[in-house]
């Protein structure tokens, strides 16, 4: 089975593919990709600031 | 339409920062508490007493249950805390543990400069999971430059031994990074290699406190010489591989890519934070103190004010309002969207007050402008593009979902999609994790091929993608929490029932495998066990002895022998036609709004079955069009802790897909929250695939359900869980006689629905995708 390359693939498209290829043979560069993707509101979620102090972040 | 920061609004406040300790035992030339222009700190009490805690507790959680916080933070700051002493710390913590823990999750901060910390008071910190902060500034030379003693001692040997105390496996776990302020006179790279050698979870880089009155240290000839110290510890750090996190390059890093800075040194994200001094007065961010004496007063206290009568402060509120609470030069300038006008408190210059530049102005723009020109920086991680129109999704998906029309094929489709987001987070865990302790994974990958659907049924699991959330942001810093990807790979182990044998992190005398239950050893062990996994038994071989279990057949069948410990395991309750996960066990399950109870006994669980069982009922009564869509996709029912006051409860949490929070309350209204919920678990995995919306901190829209505007993906999803809630009250109100409570509640939650929609079709922050959805939505409205 051959991890579709082109990156204009949909999102749906991209996890068929993490969904059915055996997870030893996942390319971490796609997973990289799928993860920050559905993070990318996440990573960084809005709503208040950190302060300068160290805790959680927002 | 309101926005953040509207006169008269009650802003939600997240963050306090409690003054539990006035003085310090260094008198560090640069600290802004006591040796800039306000000097308040002269004329309060010594320590917070009992009172002021328990009153700032109180309004706390009144303002969190209010709003409905998620989460709050309070930090313990000074002057120095640790001066509170051990006894007098632990009546701090147990009283807001206490007060707030019920209502929302409260993180615990301690910012420190470490001098007192000790293996005792770490133990309290653990015991009551604090989060330490420390204040070092690099290499002795650096550190003891101004944090010194006050009889000119430096502070440098005593921080590196608490430091040292943090980085113990035991304490790990609170060390939650390092503050340096920066010091040009120093040398960058002697800072940076210091502060590298000690590992720190997480990095930041102050600038010291100025402002135009009283303007920053600048050498001669140098015109920035911030930026270029900045400039000359993000090339180490970069030509490093970036080893820790630091808060003010990633923060630059993301709002050049148009994200959010997560700081308030840097970008327009807004500032919800409000500071409690020792005798109870509420004042703004403490960095204001640098400013003129009194710039952080607000004239009101916890005594006799609530925190929304301090969030509706004008000063307050000019911290939500992003670039229009900006000067006019920095509203014109090229690089506001990064640096958001800098520190607030570093703007102030008599005459015209807050209302300028940074005094670190010409140095943050060429900070930011070298970042984005320098090549070797890398770009910040460009994801492939995401779908905004909804074309990528299966055909008339996106139609029937904003209709409140899912269906099986459509949930079957969304959790075949998380379970493909579960496995792609396990490759990065993995993947982040050093070879050596890549055991766990290595087993799960060969369950993968051996036994796929043992690995599937352990990862469709809710909470086994919560703790991929969680070890995906922890890796390189919590390899406790990494390593529990091998309690993953046992349960699947033991699904399958296949034989492995495998390191497993226990922690206090717990081992949890996901989905299946959890051993508990006679002894408080923490650190790494030896399961051996084989069919029919396991055997655990910790620090205080071997454990053994043993079970005939299928482990949900059978009563497990156990020998030296005790097994609990998950429980299940029949749920329309089927039975569900009952989930009271897994420690990743509390990451509700609030907080999840605790294993209830017999004659409660069975109270549960019976209710879950009418909810059921109901659903499939009220909800003919979507009753096939919650039975399928329904994995799993988290009890929450009761409502003091006894309002209902209920919580769906973002990463945990088919999971439910709930607080025991009869059928019809649990039928009522468990379709709300699922509705937000649904919109949330649609989320993951498509845009509905383009998030924008400062666009708050008003909705009627709510006291306090809302972001709008706040507001899409009340919005959404609405719809169902609308048709749940249709079908109730059609059963009894015009003018009932069922026609009024359907009535109110129409009404609800309707405007919200129009809010959001109005925002400006809907993709064509979203505006189609919003549509579709408001449409179902009319029967």
């Not at chain 2, 802003?11 to 539990?20: E, F, G």
């Not at chain 2, 923490?526 to 071989?541: I, K, M, N, Q, S």
């Not at chain 2, 017999?602 to 009220?622: C, N």
Request: with cysteine.
């Amino acid at each position: 089975m051959n991890i579709v390359e082109n990156e204009q693939v949909s999102m749906a498209e991209r996890l068929s593919e993490l969904r059915r290829r055996p997870l030893g043979e996942i390319p971490v560069a796609r997973a990289l990709d799928v993860t920050r993707t559905v993070m990318r509101h996440r990573d960084d979620a809005e709503g208040g600031v950190e302060v300068a102090r160290f805790g959680s972040v927002a | 339409m309101p926005t953040s920061g509207s006169p008269g609004t009650a802003w939600p406040i997240s963050q306090y920062v409690l003054k539990v300790h006035s003085r310090c035992d260094l008198a560090c030339d640069h600290c802004y508490v006591y040796e800039h222009a306000d000097q308040s700190w002269r004329g309060r009490p010594m320590v917070m007493d009992a009172r002021t805690v328990a009153a700032v507790a109180d309004r706390i959680a009144e303002h969190a249950a209010t709003h409905r916080l998620r989460r709050v933070s309070v930090v313990l700051h000074g002057g120095e805390p640790l001066l509170l002493g051990p006894e007098r710390m632990r009546q701090v913590l147990a009283a807001l543990r206490r007060r707030i823990d019920p209502v929302s999750h409260l993180d615990l901060l301690m910012q420190s400069n470490g001098v007192r910390l000790s293996e005792p008071y770490c133990d309290l910190l653990a015991e009551y999971d604090v989060q330490v902060g420390i204040s070092l500034d690099g290499d002795r030379a650096a550190n003891d430059r101004h944090r010194r003693f006050a009889n000119g001692a430096g502070s440098h040997r005593q921080v590196l031994r608490a430091i040292e105390l943090l980085q113990t496996p035991t304490y790990r776990r609170l060390f939650a990074g390092i503050l340096c302020t920066v010091d040009v006179r120093n040398d960058p790279i002697a800072v940076y290699e210091a502060l590298r050698a000690v590992r720190p979870p997480r990095l930041d880089l102050l600038l010291p406190h100025a402002t135009w009155a009283n303007p920053p240290i600048r050498p001669a000839g140098r015109a920035t010489p911030y930026a270029d110290w900045l400039l000359a510890v993000h090339e180490r750090w970069t030509a490093d591989g970036r080893p820790m996190p630091i808060r003010l390059f990633d923060a630059l890093r993301s709002t050049a890519a148009g994200g959010h800075s997560g700081s308030e040194w840097v970008g327009l994200d807004p500032a919800d934070l409000v500071v409690v001094e020792t005798d109870g007065t509420w004042e703004q961010v403490d960095s204001l103190k640098t400013a003129y004496d009194g710039a952080a007063t607000t004239g009101l206290s916890v005594f006799t004010h609530t925190v929304d009568e301090v969030s509706r402060l004008p000063e307050i509120a000019v911290r939500q309002t992003g670039l229009a609470g900006l000067s006019a030069q920095c509203r014109a300038c090229p690089v506001v969207t990064q640096c958001g006008g800098g520190l607030f408190a570093h703007r102030y210059r008599e005459g015209t007050g807050f209302d300028n530049p940074s005094a670190y102005c010409a140095d943050l723009k060429e900070l930011i402008v070298s970042l984005s020109a320098r090549r070797d920086v890398e770009p910040v991680p460009v994801t492939a593009p995401v779908d905004q129109d909804g074309t990528d999704l299966p055909d008339g998906l996106l139609d029937r979902i904003a209709a409140g029309r899912t269906d099986a094929d459509a949930v079957r489709f969304l959790a075949e999609s998380q379970l493909a987001i579960t496995r792609a987070m396990l490759v990065e865990v993995a993947d982040g994790m050093p070879v050596t302790e890549r055991a766990g994974w290595e087993v799960l990958v060969r369950l993968d091929r051996e036994a796929p659907g043992a690995v599937e049924e352990t990862l469709r699991h809710p909470y086994v993608r919560v703790w991929a959330v969680d070890a995906r942001r922890q890796l390189g810093t919590d390899s406790a929490l990494t390593a529990q990807l091998c309690c993953v790979a046992a349960a699947a182990a033991v699904r399958a029932g296949a034989t492995v044998e495998i390191d497993v992190p226990m922690r206090a005398g717990v081992l949890h495998l996901p989905s299946l239950g959890t051993l508990t050893v006679p002894e408080p062990v923490t650190g790494a066990a030896v399961l051996t996994v084989e069919p029919g038994r396991w055997r655990l071989r910790h620090k205080a002895g071997t454990t053994l279990v043993s079970f005939d057949g299928e482990l949900y069948a059978t009563a497990p022998q156990v020998t030296g410990g005790h097994w609990r395991a998950n429980r299940r309750l029949a749920f329309a036609g089927r039975t569900i996960l009952f989930e009271d066990l897994d420690p990743h399950r509390d990451c509700h709004d609030w907080k999840a109870a605790e294993r209830p006994d017999a004659s409660a669980l069975a109270r549960w079955g019976e209710v879950l069982s009418g909810a059921w009922s109901s659903i499939e009564a009220e909800l003919p069009h979507q009753a096939a869509a919650v039975r399928i996709g329904l994995r799993a029912v988290v009890p929450l802790v009761d409502d003091p006051t006894g309002t209902l409860r209920s919580s769906t949490a973002r990463q945990a897909f088919a999971s439910v929070g709930v607080a025991l309350a009869d059928a019809p209204a649990t039928a009522v929250m468990i379709a709300h919920e699922f509705q937000h678990s649904v919109l949330g995995a649609l989320l993951d695939l498509c845009d509905l919306f383009t998030p924008s901190p400062a666009v708050r829209l008003t909705v009627g359900w709510r006291a306090d505007p809302r972001p709008v993906e706040g507001v899409l999803q009340g919005t959404y869980a609405h719809l169902t809630i609308t048709e749940m009250w249709r079908q109730r109100a059609s059963r009894e006689a015009p003018g009932g409570p069922a026609h009024q509640r359907h009535e109110q939650f129409r009404a609800w629905t309707a405007d919200a929609a129009d809010a959001l079709l109005s925002s400006g922050a809907l993709t064509p995708a979203g505006d189609r959805f919003v549509r579709r939505l408001a449409a179902a409205l009319t029967p």
